[in-house]
Nanobody, 125 residues
């Protein structure tokens, strides 16, 4: 079992930046593919970014490419999502998730075994 706790969300103006953190306990995150997803009110939870176990590979949703950056610090057992050039349409609850099963299908939320409780990001225009 691994427990995930997100932090770092908040209210920011359009064009601003935030860094979300996902701290893990229970097991080391280096054995998992890590993903970030988001869910806006009335919408499905959607893929944002993923990072392979060795950090060699990353993947981003089209909406995140060029603006968001996923990274991990294995010494701190923490994964990050840097959000730059934020837009009002980025407003959502952001969740981190851990998948022990490998890199394939990394954008599918059903593949992830462990989830955090989410952190709210609100971008004002």
């Amino acid at each position: 079992q691994v427990q995930l706790v997100e932090s770092g969300g908040g209210l920011v103006q359009a064009g601003g930046a935030l860094r979300l953190s996902c701290a893990a306990s229970g097991r080391t995150l280096s054995r998992y593919v890590m993903g970030w997803f988001r869910q806006a009110p009335g919408k499905e939870r959607e893929f944002v970014a993923a990072l392979s176990q060795t950090s060699r590979y990353t993947d981003y949703a089209d909406s995140a490419k060029g603006r968001f950056t996923i990274s991990r610090d294995n010494a701190k057992n923490t994964v990050y999502l840097r959000l730059d050039s934020l837009k009002p349409e980025d407003t959502a609850v952001y969740f981190c998730a851990a998948d022990p099963d490998g890199w394939s299908d990394r954008a599918l939320k059903e593949r992830y075994h462990y989830w955090g409780q989410g952190t709210q990001v609100t971008v004002s225009s």
